[in-house]
């Protein structure tokens, strides 16, 4: 069984900065494509972030293009989302997940495991 925890959420100020990490269990982090996601109230989960099993690509959702950037640490078994110039339409839980191993994309029904959410609250 795979567990992922999210840390790293809380309140700041648009315009700042929040950076996320997600620490994973077992001993294959280093063979599945990791993602973040989120949910603001009474909106759907959507995707935010992903990366490859070996960080060779990553791929984003339009609306946070240029200022959020997703990174892994396979030796730490980490993945990291580093969170600027954030909105407040950014405010969110935000959800580390794993993609199934032939999952072909980044859609909630392709993640086979999912963290419990961490809070991000973005004041204007």
């Known amino acids: 069984q795979v567990q992922l925890v999210e840390s790293g959420g809380g309140l700041v100020q648009a315009g700042g900065s929040l950076r996320l990490s997600c620490a994973a269990s077992g001993r294959t982090f280093d063979s599945y494509p990791m993602g973040w996601f989120r949910q603001a109230p009474g909106k759907e989960r959507e995707f935010v972030a992903g990366i490859s099993a070996r960080a060779s690509t990553t791929d984003y959702a339009d609306s946070v293009k240029g200022r959020f950037t997703i990174s892994r640490d396979n030796a730490k078994n980490t993945v990291s989302l580093q969170m600027n110039s954030l909105k407040p339409e950014d405010t969110a839980v935000y959800y580390c997940?794993?993609?199934?191993?032939?999952?072909?994309?980044?859609?909630?029904?392709?993640?086979?495991?999912w963290g419990k959410g961490t809070l991000v609250t973005v004041s204007s």
């Open positions: 997940a794993r993609r199934r191993l032939f999952g072909g994309s980044w859609s909630t029904a392709d993640m086979d495991f």
